[in-house]
């Protein structure tokens, strides 16, 4: 079974081409295939330019992204990247310029398809083409019809009776389909509208889309609350983590983008109010020449070869900082959801010598004995109500398969948060790189702006 889920794309499509294209996810590159662009993501992203230079100009849309997820272990990476790219050539009928992207990163084997939201043959865009008229024949479900077709013929599992899910996508089914907590599925669901908006605002009306109810109060102290569809009481963003509240989603969705939105105070000093005394300018002219060998050196480490590379780094490595935070996100949801499984999955074990010896009991014996140890059979039988809540069929996991999965995620997390310490500290290396060559820059300008006024009046 494959699920299929479509967004635009409308900043940074460079850095979002340059995430999916990563050789750590995409081995070596090996799972990578392209049609009207170049394998180089840099290069890929100015090819979609060039097409979309000579279109309209009217759309604030740069390209679109589309995510095809398979089932665990239901295909190898070769056979997603068959499927996906069967897929592009009967959705994009040859018309688009993509770059397709099979990740094999995680448990389960996906694709991540970026292609231009401008027509090559007569420079319209996607929009036009494809979202116009009836609902039934939007693209994302054209896409989904295709993949379910698709899939199907290469002996695939579909979702059956698509129709009759009440209008769930299929992100909201296949997140359904899964044993999680109320909890574990509304922050799912709240992470998935988080990759999709486009700001705060846009966060807010894509919720509703996704059957997520949300208020939001900003006089409040709380002041984010969410409801998924079926859910009885509101939770608090607080409730769901930091991760969840208003100030943080917008910088998720900003970082999402690969928006820098972040600014770092240099210690480059301006000279152009020094002029008056050339003891002070000579002294900032070498405070500021000690500052520029250092961003050179920063330069160096990271085989940077001039300002436009140096910007494209900086916003990649950003942008990958934003990706790690979304998976260290999700393996804490899904920490936490084994966590009480397997607490419940316990209490379970503790109390089954009561309710075995219960079987063996009838008549007064049996009365007697529920008396003595009503807690226990009651809080035996609350626990068993809640696993059957996780899984319907009955087919409960065992604490110590949960414990060792858990203890899987628990490690890839301390990976992962390596990863992202990492990252962080080259960003902010680059970071300090672009706002001192910026800083830098101006004020020379400014000197030279002084110094050419200072000619003419004299």
């Known amino acids: 079974m494959a699920t299929t889920k479509i967004f635009p794309i409308r900043v940074t499509e460079v850095a979002a081409i340059t995430y999916i294209a990563d050789d750590k996810k995409t081995d070596n590159g090996r799972l990578i295939y392209t049609f009207g662009c170049d394998k180089n993501p840099v290069q890929a992203s100015k090819d979609f330019a060039q097409v979309r230079t000579m279109g309209t100009g009217l759309s604030s ?29 009967k959705f994009l009928k040859g018309e688009y310029q ?11 084997v996906h694709l991540h398809c970026i292609f231009n939201n401008v027509n090559m043959f007569d420079r319209r865009t996607f929009e036009t083409h494809e979202n116009q008229g009836n609902k039934q024949n939007r693209s994302y479900k054209k896409l989904m019809n295709l993949s379910d077709k698709i899939c199907k013929n290469h002996g695939l599992s579909v979702i059956e009776n698509p129709e009759k899910s009440k209008g769930k996508s299929h992100y909201e089914w296949d997140m359904n389909r899964q044993n999680l907590s109320w909890k574990a599925k509304l922050k799912f669901a709240i992470d998935q509208v988080v990759k999709e908006s486009d ?50 989603i917008s910088r998720r969705i900003a970082m999402y983008k690969g928006v820098m939105t972040y600014t770092t105070k240099t210690d480059i ?20 020449m000690q500052e520029a060998s250092r961003v050179i050196n920063i330069l160096t480490k990271y085989k940077i070869e001039n300002n436009e590379h140096l910007e494209s780094v900086a916003l990649t490595d950003y942008s990958k900082i934003g990706a790690l935070s979304e998976q260290l996100n999700s393996l804490n949801t899904q920490i936490e959801d084994l966590s009480l499984k397997i607490k419940i999955a316990r209490k379970i074990q503790k109390y089954k010598t009561v309710i075995d010896e219960l079987k063996t009991l009838s008549g007064r014996k049996k009365s007697k004995f529920e008396k003595e140890h009503q807690a226990e059979i009651s809080a035996h039988n609350q626990a068993l109500k809640q696993m059957k809540e996780f899984f319907p069929d009955g087919h409960f996991p065992t604490p110590e398969s949960m414990d060792k999965k858990r203890n899987a995620l628990i490690q890839e997390r301390s990976e992962k948060n390596k990863e992202y310490s990492d990252l962080k500290s080259t960003v902010a290396e680059l970071n300090y790189a672009r706002q ?3 800083d830098y820059i101006r004020n020379e300008r400014n000197v030279q702006e002084m110094k050419h006024k200072k000619g003419d009046l004299e």
């Open 61 to 89: 849309v740069l390209s679109q992204h589309f995510i095809q997820s398979f089932s665990p272990g239901e295909v190898t990476s070769e056979q997603a990247l068959k499927i996906g790219i069967e897929l592009c050539d």
């Open 436 to 438: 001192t060559l910026a």
């Open 269 to 288: 000093i301006r000279t152009d109010k020094m002029q008056f005394s050339s003891g002070l300018e000579r002294w900032a002219d070498i405070k500021n």
């Open 98 to 108: 993509y770059y397709l992207a099979v990740h094999t990163d995680k448990e389960h």
């Open 199 to 248: 700001d705060f605002e846009d966060f807010l009306k894509k919720c509703r889309l996704h059957n997520i109810e949300v208020v939001y109060n900003p006089e409040h102290v709380i002041d984010l609350k969410f409801r998924l569809d079926g859910q009885k009481k509101f939770a608090r963003a607080r409730t769901l983590g930091w991760y969840y509240e208003s100030k943080q």
